[in-house]
């Protein structure tokens, strides 16, 4: 029998709740004796393939009892979106986004919120079912936690899905600050066929003018810093899987202001959840991309059976250019010798930019302002990703290794796009001269 | 005694001499600061001056070698010297004697027999007071000199005030032609995106607006230019091909200033004009003291007379006529000149006032446009240079665009040019600063001279 078996039958004696509670805690106490410092090794909780949060954390669970019991502590964080971009940020642990909360369906939890922020603040359980006193609205539902304070929170995980949490008092601010993450909730009993590797990404949204380090919380609509997890491409740890195993990943968006159509390359998945609850199957229909709205979670499963690879980002344009900025002149066709002639007259470092598509502009090495990552993508296997923010990558091997997290996919021969040989042009009446080389930027 | 010796003096005649040449001796001595530069044409040295203009032109020109060659060459501070000649002409009549007078007159008898009569006569009397006369002519010389000194060192000031305007100008004109490519670079990148189909006529045309405003900017600059330099040659007193002197002077930055202490008291013991007016009330009362002393003593002439008698014998005698003042005494005269001499006092009090208003006015305004130009050198300036390179940062960032890069350009070039009119507002107060020190003495209802570069033309770029 295996694990999952053990489970279900185990299931089956769930009226007495002595046997299940022991396996159940005996499990999930393993589960988190085990760190997230080896990504690739999977962990289970309840029986469940534990979720990992690329680039974040767990929150540790003790059990005092028969209660979970957790500790968030709200404080300003400084954070690294990418390599060369930091800001000034508030989050909960000392890190941005806050740990990921994983618990199982039945388990009780107690929450402590300590508020070392410099206004007060509370925690709201997104989606979760909870005694109204539970739900953490400043001024609705509870006081506000004043700086210095501990809050409690204690209440029964009902039900199973990928939710997430945030504050409830002075949303616009602390969100846009980075004080938000995700509480999953595995289900006492599995549901359809087994994950072997569950992730879970926060999609969020900022605006951190070129050359500062606090992101803007007022800003509604020319959002610069788009993130998976609080990081942007290429700070982004890439998901990891073996050829043949089933993924989740768990999408979670409290953007301020915007929707986020995550598409993944290679695959098309279904949408098995979302914070409402799971999507049955007759109900769920493939697709590549799957639409995000704020305030929501969005669960996709497919499995991993083409390696290589594979991108997965928001189809928003910008939402994966980092810091580009808007109020810039069209430059497409202009002539780039005409304009500097004379700008470099006056200002002698000057170079026309974007006269040719903005394509290049990342690996430009031109003097910019401190602490910017302006149009940066990152470095790929076959020349420069010019793609940042909201961007990170589905890596899928035949086998997992030390070098499966960082290394990038090795191609069969053949399997590869590249130039045209003339030969090839003429064999399929390709016309001549399709390999000229014209355009690019200055 | 002293009567007999003005007299002996007075008929000799060689005792007054008609030197001019001390008297510009004098004058220079004066202002110790300029050297020998004042000279007073004679056609003997023409020649020789012609040459030293010719020589001090060959070099560029900066504002001492302005000033020496105002002082030889400009031909109104020439006609100012000239009134040292007339007011030592004035003196030298003074203190001549009065010249004899002879008469004859011939009586013709019925018969046909002249029988004539001489006589010669010298007014005794104006004799007497030749002294007197002389005395009010000096303190006229006295008067004169200080004059000339203040004519002088007014030009020396106002050369130089030219000077520095001129500079000015032509360093506004430099920073209006760097303007007017950055604008020119902005209408030209407009150009560009236009033709390419990336921005409106109406960015296209404001841009356009811009930049021939800017060209319209540096032609007004330009004959600005061109009429300092002019105002410069009149001062200079140059023309033909003396007056295509060249310079490659700039407006420096402020030199150390003199002690400031007792500014005021420096102004007073220098002022020339206050050794004018000292001079003139000087003079106002030695007249008035002659016109009073004219007035009590009687208008006597003497004089020897001969009459020839009817035996052609001739009687010789003394002759002696005499006025008595009784009604007219010189009343007038002396109440006129004890006014003047009164006015003279009151204008000396009422200069004196003025002379202290303008010293600590000069040495405010010094102090102020130092303050000014320090603060432009060693803050704004090197803060605009920082927002040109910040702004280059974010344009390699793709945060803003080209213009807005172009404008922090003009932004910079703006402080430039105030911080240019500002050194100009520096050096054109302190030359008044040092004049006032030296004696200048600052006309009451004359404002600053400048060339009127204080506000830096904003033209209003495109929109983008």
Redesign the interface.
Known sequence: MDRRGFVRSMGLLAASGVVFARATKAEADEARSVTDAEPLARRTIGGHTAVHTPNGTTLPLRRVGNVLVGHLVAEPVSHEFAPGLEGECWGYNGRVHGPTIEAVEGERVRLYVTNHLPEPTTVHWHGLFLPNGMDGVAGLTQRPIEPGETFKYEFDLTRPGTFMYHPHYDEMTQMAMGMVGMFIVHPRTARGPRVDRDFALMTHEWKI???TRRPDPNEMSDFNVLTFNAKAFPGTEALVARKGERVRIRLGNLSAMDNHPIHLHGYAFEVTATDGGPVPPSARKPETTVLVPTGSTRTVEFVADAPGDWAMHCHMTHHVMM???H?????????PA??S???R???P??????HAG?GG?GE?D????PN?R??RGGPGPFSYIDMGGMFTLLKVRERLDETSQNGWYEHPAGTVASLASNEELLRDGIAAGANDNRGGNE | MRISAALLCAALGGCVSSNVARDVSDVRSRLPALGDGIALREESRDTELDGQIATLLREPLDAERAVRIALLSNRDLQADLRALGVARGMLLQASLLPNLEFDASARIAPGGSVRWEFGAGFDLTRAMLTGLARSAGEANVEAARARAASDALSLVTRVRQAFYAYLALVQRKELAE?AM??F??SY??TR??H?????TDLDLVNDQAAYEGARLEVAEVEIATLDAREALNVLLGVSGEHAAWRTDARLSAPSELPPLESLEQQAISASLRLAEGRGRIESLARSRGLARAEGLLPHIEIGVTAEEHEDSSWVVGPAISASVPLFDRQQGRVLALASELDAARDRYVADAIAVRAATRKARNRVLSAEARVAHLHGTILPVRQRV?A?S????????????Q??QA?RDQLDAARTYIATLEEYWQARAVLDGVLQGLFVERDVAPRSSGANVSRQVSGGG?
């Open positions: 003018k070129v050359g810091q580009m900025g109020g810039l002149p069209v430059m497409i066709g202009a002539d005409r304009i002639r004379r700008v007259s006056l200002v470092d000057y170079m026309a930019m974007g903005m502009m430009m031109m003097p910019i302002p910017s302006p149009m | 760097t490519q950055a020119a670079a030209d990148a560009v995106l033709e390419a189909g990336n921005v040109l910040e280059l940062l974010q344009y390699n960032a793709m945060q803003i665009g080209v213009f890069l172009l350009k983008h």
